[in-house]
């Protein structure tokens, strides 16, 4: 079976969550803020993958759109991060790119799917 690039987009987002957790939660002891951010943006990947085997289409179009929310709620948790000063500049334009491209991604295939519903 072809890799499905959805997928492994979120998988490795996920394990990028993962470090920046790891980092906020042991050098600056923030446990609130990077908590939030595991939750959301661990979850992308989960929606994605249940959505491969959704039951039908709609619930397939449910799960990417849950998906698509927990993208948009992750960058809204990084900002927070970068403009309380735990992550720095560099850091945030590093991971939030990533989370933009995954926005965009399922942006597209929610709008595709939700289209293709509609015919």
Not at 86 to 104: A, G, P, R, V
Request: proline letters at 3%; one cysteine or more; glycine letters at 2%.
């Amino acid at each position: 079976m072809k890799p499905n690039p959805i997928q492994q987009k979120t998988y490795k987002f996920a394990l990028r969550i993962i470090n920046a957790y790891k980092f906020l939660h042991t050098v600056h002891k923030e446990y609130v803020l990077s908590k939030q951010l595991l939750r959301s943006g661990t979850s992308i990947g989960a929606q994605v993958m249940e959505a491969e085997h959704a039951q039908s289409k709609p619930d397939f179009l449910n799960k990417m759109n849950i998906a698509l929310k927990e993208a948009n709620e992750t960058s809204y948790w990084l900002h927070l991060l970068k403009d309380s000063n735990y992550l720095d500049n560099n850091m945030f334009i590093s991971i939030h790119t990533d989370c933009i491209e995954i926005i965009k991604l399922l942006s597209s295939i929610v709008k595709t799917t939700k289209n293709s519903l509609n015919k």
